[in-house]
């Protein structure tokens, strides 16, 4: 059985694996409210690299993959928290453990309406990376130092191909779920007029700013473990 207080599930983005977590991992840990805290790894990289081949993998893969890990830790008080690309995992996740899941963080997270795919928002939306033909350097490190944005660009991965191009069906979150959505002020890769519509998609209680780029959890992670608990 889990130990009693807040424990945090992180789920990483789009060409990342539960690694790039590694720096706010202990400063979420060193806070008294925290009880424990878990970095998942989505199929196809970390530890649940090679169980499928890539272009096998799907968005339910990715959901399952959430449930599972907090299922197989029987962990309750969980404080949801999805990065980015999670944005298509973890209101589904979080949907299917009413009973588990205290609270769902979104940290600039990308949600398309329903019956659309990440793909298609890429493809058409003006301040989508795409369409602004931006690289990872300046999406993930615009506000690193040279050391952090190579400590972060040699754990980039291959980002399986299907749930991008899969359409998302409608979720409706648990009543009663506190959620919340952190805008991150000076992100390149999801600007913050993005990440509020993205906000709007999904429905949350609240946006919280924070000052930081896309890569918060590498730039600022002390100050980012402080914001994610108070927000409980």
Known sequence: MAASGLHFVLVHGGAHSGSCWERLVPELEALPQVAGVLAVDLSGRGRRAGVRPLEEITREHYIADVVADIEGADLRDVVLV?????????????ARLPERVRHLVLLSTTT????????????????SPLR??????RMFCNDLGEAEAQWLLTRLCDEPPGPLGEKVDAVSLPEG?????????????????YQREQAATVGVDRIVPFDSGHSAFVSRPRDLAALLVGLV
């Open 112 to 127: 398309p309406p329903p019956g659309r795919s990440v793909n298609d928002v890429m493809a058409e939306h003006p301040l």
């Open 132 to 137: 602004r033909g931006i690289d990872f350097q």
């Open 82 to 94: 999805g990065h980015s690309l999670a944005g298509i995992s973890v209101p589904w996740a979080a």
């Open 177 to 193: 779920l506190a959620s919340s959505f952190v805008l991150l002020e000076r992100d390149e890769a999801l600007p913050p007029d």
